[in-house]
């Protein structure tokens, strides 16, 4: 067994080598090109204004443009073409064409032109030298023209008028500012959408021109913004919204030839269900599009957004027809094909860490229309198991956790209140949740706990980037009980025992406590939407979690006087009720670097305190620290609180076993992250690849009197020593509708341990192996994980 070990360390440094040798190797692009061609190696552009080097760079043809000095796009294309003659990873070297250079430089020339250089002349020279080519452009911009004088020419003065009331706040024309091609096109989109949006239905872009004179002195150009009219009309016509028709496709096939129409008409909706499945007023609530109404691109547009938004139609789509006694009215007819009503999903997971491993099945049936207005309900099973392996046992010999839950969920499209709120619905669309759930967990010879969660949410878009989310009824009812012996017939077992829960003593009666939670709950997000942009913006997400106020005011109007430090609780049904505040806040910077490159900073704080009916917290709202979206470095439920050490802590192996992942929790974390995010490669088996370099820094620590481990406690003046920092690197396989993420930690500084000894990567770097026996002669079964490896779907943050 012995001589495994050696052989793979002997395999290692030549194995290592090849690797490199191939790698450098692959670094030459010109044995995989003919004699006659050349690789271009560099592309200068020289002259051009410094504002616009960066964007004229853009103009060079994709296919002659020079790989990065430090990519490995295509190293790796030659790697594995080289060997395997596969061409799915990496992009070829760019292979010097003189007509591509050709109309690089006519195209850099013209972006000069558009920027206000009129006179801007560019030329190009190739050097080639050993089949390895450098392509130069050189510019002479000349003077750049500013706009003299900006005026109009609109044949309607209705939309002149128009026009003119909205020109302050969004024009992109303005006199005095350097002329730029863009800008007109910007402007030219701006009054198309304007027009649109106040009824003119037939206003097409190509009315919008402009008249550039810049035959002036002193590098100054006259422009006139032109609204023509249509062809021998002497105005643009304004439509209004007459009759709606909204016809349901009667299934998933589409429409046939025929279509019997509902002959009733009501509030100027024509609502035809040919499926027979659907209800009048949810469908039509979701309408903007009203009669009377000008026509507005706005409305059509959340019309269909907000449909489709329903996830019941599998496809949207909206017409016009103009009323036939030419009364200037659009007839719109909206079309619904819908998609499956049911579906069922069976899934299943492999949790897996050092010394355990299992496996999680669930089931979820899915109706996505069962009271015929688009509710979506859900009813999920899912049940696991989590064993202990290693000792030369087999994988399940050992299950020590058990894990069942049954939960379902009904999402009904509409805030659910006694009275209207307007315009509901126009930013995004609401839900009022039904959830109803109850989890059983059972943990070998220390615990078994259910709970009952029940709550009622709504959820709503302020704006866009602006989104609520209120539960005003969360009730959870949790029962208990610990399987620890402590009266059995082994002295030595109810001795150890009994230490382990006086050491544990507050997170271990957490779990044994019966108990009811009455609150709310509130998060405000800003800028959800934005998370899948490269852009540069703020995101911020709070929330709040509070109970037991309005069962406290009860019991105190009713006369009741109890003090919870001393046991004696306030009960609701027999039982005491949880009485706490629990505020969180996610503030993240996002900043673009161009590109595909962006900077992420973030920081993620929350407290836990209960007050009043309660001494603590219930288990299920403790934090942890670690895991792939935390302090990347280590693994979930293994990092604090503050300076906890549980091989000092938890004298016995089996007593680590058994508190494994619920020792480590606590009232308060504190964690901050920053990550930069880069492009590697554009083609990766017919994906993106990217990457990521992080530093992570955070712990959790108690703040509630009654914890028998005064280094678990919050102390500021040692906070610093209480941080666990960690560093590393990832990949992200970008496939556009989902990120699989793959993300590798280093421990830089642990706070276990202490003084210098928390800085364990100068043991990584020194002293590995030496270090893991110290550490394992008092931490076993666990061994210490310098590196900790982690997957996931989707960005950490």
Known sequence: MKAYPNYIKKIKFPAILLLIILFLAACSSTKFIEDYQSIVKKVDIDSVPSQFEEEAYN?????????????????????????????????????????????????????????????????????????????????????????????????????KDLYLKSKSELTYIREG????????????????????????????????????????NASKTNIILIVDNPKDMVK??????????????????????????????????????????????????????????????????????RLYEMNVFKNVKIDYFKAKDSSNRLEPIIRLIPQKRMSNRIEGEVPFNAGTVGFTLSNTYTNNNIFRGAERFEFQIKGGLQSRVGQGKSIFNDVYQRDFSVSSNLAVPRLLLPFDIPLMGKNGMPFTTFSASYVYALQKDFFVRRVFLNSVTYDWFETKSKFHSFTPLNFEYRFGGLLLVTDGPDEAVNKANLELIRQNLYNIQLLGRKDITLGIKYTYTLNQNKLLQPSSFVYFRGNIDMAGNLLQGFSKLTGGKHNAAEGDFAEILGLPFNQYVRPEVDLRWYKSLGGDKQFVARINAGVGFAYGNSTAVPFEKLFFAGGSSGVRAWQARTLGPGNYDRGNRIPTEESRKTLYGLDQLGQMHIETNFEYRYKLLNNFFGATLKGAVFLDAGNIWNISSGNPQPETYFNFKKLFNQIGVGTGAGLRYDVDYFVFRFDVGLKLK???????????????????????????????????????YNFGIGLPF
């Open 236 to 305: 643009h016509e304004q439509f209004t919204i007459g009759e709606t028709n909204i016809v349901i496709a009667p299934n998933s096939d589409g429409f046939p030839d025929s279509i019997a129409q509902n002959p009733r008409i009501f509030r100027g909706i024509r609502f035809t269900d040919l499926s027979e499945r659907f209800r009048r007023n949810p469908i039509v609530r979701y309408n903007f599009i009203k009669e009377g109404d000008l026509y507005d691109s706005r409305n059509e547009n959340i019309t269909y957004n």
């Open 177 to 216: 500012m350097q002329y730029d091609d863009d800008s007109l096109a910007i402007e030219r989109d701006r009054v198309y959408e304007i027009m649109k949006e106040n009824g003119y239905f037939d206003f097409a872009r190509p009315y919008v021109k402009y008249s550039v004179d810049s035959n002036l």
């Open 750 to 788: 642990d706070p276990q341990f202490s003084g210098s000894d928390q800085w364990v990567i100068g043991k990584y770097i020194s002293g590995a192996s030496q270090f893991k026996k110290d550490y394992n002669l008092t931490h076993s079964p666990e061994s210490y994980r310098f590196i900790q």
């Open 59 to 159: 103009y060079v043809q994709k296919d002659i443009r020079p790989a990065p000095k430090l990519g490995v796009n295509v190293r790796l294309y030659n790697l594995f073409y080289g060997l395997f003659r596969i061409k799915a990873i990496g992009n070829p070297a760019p292979v010097l064409d003189s007509t591509l250079v050709d109309i690089s430089r006519n195209q850099i020339e013209k972006f000069l032109n558009s920027k206000g250089y009129f006179n801007a002349t560019v030329k190009s020279s190739i050097v080639v030298e050993k089949q390895k080519a450098e392509v130069y452009f050189k510019a002479k911009p000349g003077p750049a023209f500013f706009v003299n004088k900006l005026s109009y020419d609109i044949a309607d003065p209705k939309i």
